[in-house]
């Protein structure tokens, strides 16, 4: 724990630059490239908003922020989710050469999609200002959601950072599992309402995304708390997938040089 | 103990044939490969080098010299024996890795910052850098558009100008062009002069080590087959390979 909290002040201005410096590479190669974290999200929002605002007929206020600001947060999940299955082996320069804690390199990525996300939740209040949303005292809960995301996605990075190496096809594994997820995430329907009776109430808690998305979302839109309870069971949870990530990747992150 | 830079001590470094597999293969692991084939890199090696000095390191490819390297590096876990090292250490060796996508000024940084320099003290000596380095408009430009030796000119430069207190050298002396090897070979023995830095060199080039190095280890297949003063290993070692 101690040594965690030692590598991460060691390394943050490590990470920090990092992440920049690959913004700022993904930018030089294009006109129009910064110009894609908006866009990115924004053309996939009108392309459900289009199909499920005609199929579903969903009569949900709001609608196109209901499904822009899931999208932004399942995002930031699963880049960084794929992202860290193959970090090593993207890193193979840097792990080769010297020494770094490998979550340090996952971490990095956060920032750097991060930032993205912050471009892009600029533009979500740009809507919703345009949209005149209500606001009131619960949008502290859309913080905490993101809050408990960040730790979830980290724990999980972490744990398939590691697996990620030794493993070569994991990624296609998880890429089944992460398409899943994203339709039992409910990012363009309300899970609850629109599944059948048991099954979506169910997924609604059990799949963390879901529920987080959900929150985020009920905070940011109407005003609605969510479940206190749930959201501290999914903090300790991914709490804990952090604490087994870290300590997997301490105790064997220097074999992984031998393997890539 | 205060003057000893590094102290090993019955190092032993495994290969385990941990390649990378499929699920299947992971799944079925727990069954079939529990005694996978171990290669013993180096095999209970124990020496120290003192604060100051240079220590060249010959044998054979594959006698595990860069092994030892990485070990005293901090990249390799040894899976058994020890290693102390006191202060900085930096690792040099060809092609270090940069990020490809990046400018060289941003991957000096980087550098930097990962051999545990503050952005402070990597700014300030980033002009040197560059200078030292002779890539000129380059620096500016990603790293993937650089020649094979301004790779390495950059990395000799990185390594060479940040002054981290023990430094690794893995056959790294013979890149770029004439003019920059002199340069170099001048750099190191510069280097060498500093009673504070403590370098190890791994190299073919014999005439280098006889040049540079105060003590030469002889690492043959994993174990320490002599250490001593440099021209009497050297002339064995020389004997050993044209017999």
Redesign the interface.
Known sequence: MKRFYNDIK??W??CR??AK??L???V??SYLNWIWWILEPLCNMLVYYFIFSNILKSSKEYYIIFIYSALLMWTFFNKNVIYSIKSIRM??????????PKFILLLSNMILNGIKLGISLLILQVFMIFMHVPVNGNILYFFVSYIVMFLFTFGCGTIFMHFG??????GY?IAILLNMMFYLSGIFYDIETTMAAPLGSIIARANPMAFLINSMRNALLYETAPDLTLMGIWFLVSVILCAIGVRIIYKYE??Y???? | MSDKAIVVKDLCIDYRNLSNMSIHQSLQMGKTIKKADVVRAVKGVSFDVQKGEILGIIGRNGSGKSTLLKAIAGIFQPDSGTIDTHGQVSLMSIGVGFKQEITGRENIMISGMLLGFSPEYAKEKMDEIIEFSELGDFIDRPVRTYSSGMYSKLTFAITAVLETDILLVDEVLSVGDERFQKKSFSKMQEMILDANRTVVIVSHALNTLRELCDRVLWLHDGEIRKIGPTNEILDEYVDFMGS
């Open positions: 060691k390394y201005y490590f630059y990092s410096s690959d700022k590479a993904e030089a190669n890193n193979k320069g840097i792990v080769t050469k010297v020494y770094v190496v030794f493993i070569d096809d994991l594994a220097n074999s040089v031998k393997v890539v």
